[in-house]
């Protein structure tokens, strides 16, 4: 005879909780790519389960409307059709994390691109999280080289501050990321590709971050292609792992190309499931997303993160609405310009326009002097180079422009810099001395 055990105390407790029954709902509309459900209770961020075996589609709750679910898939729809079964599974997403990551390549869900993960110790983060609290995080107060001279001189970096790359397409946004994720002085990377072209991904792991940087990177990656759902986990994937070292007591940098596409994969989601939009076409939910995402980078009681964000300028205009909200919670901004980019001027830095707002407390007396004499000459030169470039101005008639006309052109090849080149931050500061006479 089978022996039966019947646990009566989990029964009951089950029975009064109806999110603990296992019951399955049923497809009762596809609008778009926003899935309607009836017949299953489960709550915000949950995930479910729509049809069975090999077309079993994982979607996530986004929001409900009286009985029925709204679920945004992970994957294409194929094989759904009318009453598929959804099965909610219970859970969170979350992300196994650990050192055997570095050297790997995931896709938006923490899953290898690029084979099997090296075996290791690993931990379960969710992929969800508030930023530090305020009071516990220490303040900025080591620098962090990059390798860049016009960063390190102009814009000098500290662990754990955050920074957004302005740029429109085409002016060296990827090409200066490898550079700083090879030369910067973290103990590791992580990097957040997020709605890029397929064709880009392996051009920026072979060229612009090669061997030696992917050896210390992990690198996240969801191409354009993907469900807006899986671009935005990719962000919050990246951004968990970071947390992860960071919580091992880690200098982490990281690096998200780009913040706009993150914004325009939740302004996807947010208009499919009923949102209305504001700004730009862009719904609420962009806007209290974007500050929830960038304050979790930062420093904590144990290490830091140094958050480097690029944002997509729309026709060169950096007030859009997604640049002007980020440049408002990040620590400072970068400005890459077209401009210098047809000069083939690289890093194609805008010095001028970009800012570190922590450069006076990281910077001794006689960098921030140099520092801001070159500026001023730069300053000089841009408010005249119309004057000097037709010949209207004589030599002479001011001391201030004849200084900028003899030293500008050693300044702007002192900040143009090889792919492959890394300065350390003293040495950037002797050329610089050598250029600019006090």
């Given amino acids: ?53 090999g077309d079993a589609v994982l979607a996530e709750v986004v929001g409900f409307s009286r009985d029925k679910l709204h679920l945004f898939p992970f994957h294409p729809l194929h094989g759904v059709s009318p009453g598929c079964e959804v099965r909610p599974l219970r859970r969170r997403l979350t992300v196994r994390t650990g050192e055997f990551l570095l050297g790997s ?73 490898g550079m700083m994720a090879r030369g910067s002085t973290a103990d590791c990377n992580v990097i957040a590709l997020v709605g890029e072209r397929g064709r880009e991904v392996r051009d920026f792991l072979e060229s ?42 880690l200098q982490v940098m990281l690096v998200m190309d780009s913040v706009t596409r993150f914004a325009m994969a939740q302004r996807e989601l947010g208009l499919a499931i009923g949102e209305p939009p504001t700004t730009r076409g862009y719904p609420p939910s962009v806007f209290a997303m974007l500050p929830k995402l960038l304050e979790r980078a930062g420093t904590s009681t144990r290490g830091s993160i140094t958050g480097l964000y690029t944002v997509l300028v729309e026709g060169d205009d950096l007030n859009e609405p997604i640049a002007d909200a980020v440049r408002g919670i990040l620590d400072g901004h970068i400005v890459l310009t077209r401009q210098l980019a047809e000069r083939n001027h690289y890093p194609s830095i805008d010095v001028l326009q970009s800012v570190s707002r922590l450069a006076v407390d990281l910077c001794q007396p006689r960098h921030l002097s140099l520092a801001a004499k070159a500026r001023n000459l ?35 090849r002192l900040l143009s810099q090889e792919i492959d080149e890394r300065t350390s931050l003293y040495d950037a500061l002797r050329a610089l001395e050598l250029v600019v006479k006090e």
Avoid at 379 to 404: C, F, M, Q, W
Wanted: include cysteine; charged fraction near 20%; proline fraction near 5%.
């Fill in 1 to 53: 005879m089978t022996e039966f055990s019947f646990d009566f105390e989990r029964t009951v407790a089950r029975l009064a909780n109806p999110l603990e029954w296992d019951t399955y709902g049923q497809v009762t509309e596809v609008i778009g790519l926003t899935v309607e459900a009836a017949g299953c209770r489960a709550s915000i961020g949950e995930l479910c389960q729509i049809g069975n075996g």
């Fill in 208 to 249: 612009n971050l090669g061997p030696q940087g992917l050896a210390r990177s992990v690198v996240v990656v969801a191409t354009s292609d993907q469900p807006a759902l899986l671009r935005i986990k990719a962000a919050l994937t990246a951004t968990a792992i970071a947390e992860s070292f960071r919580d091992q007591g």
């Fill in 105 to 177: 390549v995931l896709d938006g869900l923490g899953r290898p691109l690029d084979g099997e993960l090296q075996p290791g110790v690993w931990r379960e983060y969710p992929l969800d999280q508030s930023p530090p609290n305020p009071l516990s995080r220490q303040r900025i107060d080591t620098v962090l080289e990059t390798g860049i001279r016009a960063l390190d001189i102009f814009m000098t970096v500290g662990g754990g501050q955050r920074l957004g790359i302005f740029a429109g397409s085409g002016v060296g946004k990827s090409t200066l990321l």
């Fill in 378 to 412: 730069l300053a000089v030169y841009r408010h005249n180079e119309d004057l000097i470039n037709i010949g209207a101005y004589v030599k002479g008639t001011n001391p201030s422009i004849d200084e900028a006309i003899d030293t500008v052109p050693l300044i702007m």
